[in-house]
């Protein structure tokens, strides 16, 4: 696993601090990626999958209590990059970001082409005709007509304003794309058409993707591997195929079975109580107050990462 | 066995009969006025306890049609039934008062939906306050039945507390038995469940389904989740653009959707599966026409990949294909 991974994140930490005390919203997370491929990281809200997002593009806000672990691109490790070098050599153009509700959050008073041509101007220093020219292209590409480059944001439909930020993440042609919940606010026959176009440029662009979702069915449209989080942590990662047919962690397989699905009949479940304050989780495994497996053992110490099998990992006493 | 009182004499407790809500967005003093098409059109009936789900995206119409059938908005033209009487433009306050007892609305945001500053108690109190019902005593003993019959127990211990204090999924169970207090017999839920942990929605939903069938209320779930409505209703009704386009017993709108906006919704909601990540979608491009001056003749033609000449000039009738099973489209003509 030494250096072949495009993506390895170590031990990565963030923490916040507020007035009630230290919210631990990554905690000791690790993981890898390869060039090309995709990892899903689904959860429910509040367990820290945007977080995740915020501390691998260093996007952190101003109460950051502890920021700390290793995340290295490409062999480098990021962390030891100062503020500066990391703006112009990584955010953007190594590594791009889609962020929740985008579509919504473009300057209403300049051009789309313009706002999509900006990361090129000022990461790679591409003059304005150029970067123009670009951000027409991007827009070919993801499959709105080069016209609208020169139209205001209000003049596109939801669909489309999203379509326009993806191009945006890709015109620097960065390594990485992390992608946070992209299509939340998006219809179903919108939404199905977007994972449509990212499913083309993963195959067109040996890219990879970080594709950060609360809904485990559209998660499967993209992953290539699923990291599931819980209360600051990922307690299990593995293949799409390992995943989507025999989830090992038990707050996978309840996640799982609480999914409704319209082709097959099942029974379906829910999680009694609710995800822990992350000011103070629960001492041992997380999850083990809702656990309907937990034995002594969980409720005192934390169960680390075991392999299960071949790239596996499942962070539970059950299968030590 | 199902308990048939104050209904028509044809055993519908709710018949709405091409019901329109047109929102004016331009006044036409020198000009023609501008209208907003929410809902165009739409006729349905349902029986007393039965339950329906109506499906459609943002912008359908959905939740303008709950809140017209309630009253909230007041109908521009068409009739809604409700017992046999027409309170279609229901001015009477006593008769009002009557209408807004045996309906409720469960909302989708349970935080915007509670006042903060009242305590879950005097949440529960208010509709029995103002609708005179029963003494102090009398009140809080339903109250506390109330928070009981929707598992918020120990309900001493959740009746004093403020709606910050409680998780939403502990919070839409507060709306749920603040809809039901009054004993009603149309209850509309308009995405109950949208804003809640995936983990917690299933709760919500089973507990929202049992109420429906041991106190046999009609109702009407409205959302976009194709995949929930099973779980959930014997009925689904689809929307789009201010239509119903397709509506049937669920299993087999599900099964064999008819209308190709009904199938192009089916085939771009994935279940959880490794194989969805090597396959396209079959779905339509485009999105949904505005509903101001929507196109003539079907309006899901713009993007219908089976789309004939007639389609684009005229709109289609509502046909009954096989028993109850009823399309708006062409095609079965």
Redesign the interface.
Known sequence: MVGVAMLEVENLRLYYATRKGVVKAVDRVSFDLERGE?LAIVG??GCGKSSMAKALTRLLPRNVHTYDGVVRLDGKNLMELSEEEFRKNVRWSQISIVFQGAQNALNPVLKVGFQIAEPLMVHDGVPKEEALKKAREALRMV?VHESFADRYPFEL???MRQRAVIAMALITNPKLVILDEPTSAL???????I??LL??IKMERNLSFIFIT???????????RVAVMYAGQIVELT???E???NPKHPYSQ???A???????DKK?????G??PSLLAPPPGCRFHPRCDKAIPRCGEEEPPAIEVKEKHYVKCWLYA | MREVVGVSGNGYLLEVEDLKKWFEVRKGLFSNPLWLKAVDGVSFELKPGEAVSLVGESGSGKTTLGKTILLLHEPTDGKIIFKGEDVTHLKDKKRLMWYRRETALVQQDPFGAMPSFMTIYRILEEPLIIHKIGDKKEREERIYKALEEVRLTPVEDFAPKYPHMLSGGQLQRVAIARALILGPSLVVADEPVSMLDASVRVEILNLMREMQESRNITFIYITHDLSTTRYFSEWIFIMYAGHIVERGPTQRVIRNPLHPYTKALLAAIPDPDPENRKRFRDVPPGEPPALINPPPGCRFAPRCPQVMDKCKGEEPPEVEVEHNHFVKCWLYV
């Open positions: 995709t429910e809200s499959g439909s939801g669909g219809d179903v026959i919108t939404q199905a058409n994972m449509n499913k083309r609360h809904d485990i069915a559209l998660s499967s449209e993209l992953a290539d293949d799409a195929e995943f989507y047919t309840k996640l799982m609480s999914v409704p699905t319209l082709r097959t379906l479940e829910f999680i009694p609710a995800p």
